[in-house]
């Protein structure tokens, strides 16, 4: 039953690639066909196969490497080394977008609390902090570095 059931999975796998692949021979009823024409048809099947496997594996790669990208934020937010505080006049919002007429915010960063600094949202990013919280319709961002 087993082997019945991967034969079938097998042909249907196989008429879905050749419904939507371009292959060089049809045939029809009541005509003789030539094997090198079948064969043909087979290996420009395997020809597109091959090509899918290495559009997958491509994928594979990038979806491995974003993998490893979001390892290293989550380790970045669940421990961060230092924390910086930004206090905005105007929204943070405003402030992210560097609207005019938006003042640079006031930052302390925990490792020097009693150091306030003016930074603008671009000088945040500059240094490598990245943003974890926001007040909703208020004026302060929190960032992990």
Known sequence: MKKNAMIALGALAFAAAAATAAIPYTFSAG????????NG???ALQGQADGQDGRLT???????????????????????TDQLIC????TVAAWVRALPGAPPANCVQ??????TKQMTFAQVMQEGWLMVTVDGG????????
Do not use: M
């Not at 206090?87 to 105007?90: E, F, G, I, L, Y």
């Not at 925990?110 to 150091?115: F, H, K, Y």
């Not at 208020?138 to 570095?145: E, I, P």
């Open 31 to 38: 005509t003789a066909i030539k094997s090198a024409e079948v």
């Open 58 to 80: 491509k994928l594979e790669t990038q979806v491995d490497a974003q993998d490893g990208r979001l390892t290293k934020l989550e380790v970045a937010i669940a421990k961060p």
């Open 87 to 90: 206090v905005t006049a105007s």
């Open 41 to 43: 048809n087979f290996s």
């Open 110 to 115: 925990g490792s020097a609390p009693t150091d």
């Open 138 to 145: 208020g004026g302060y961002a929190l960032f992990h570095k």
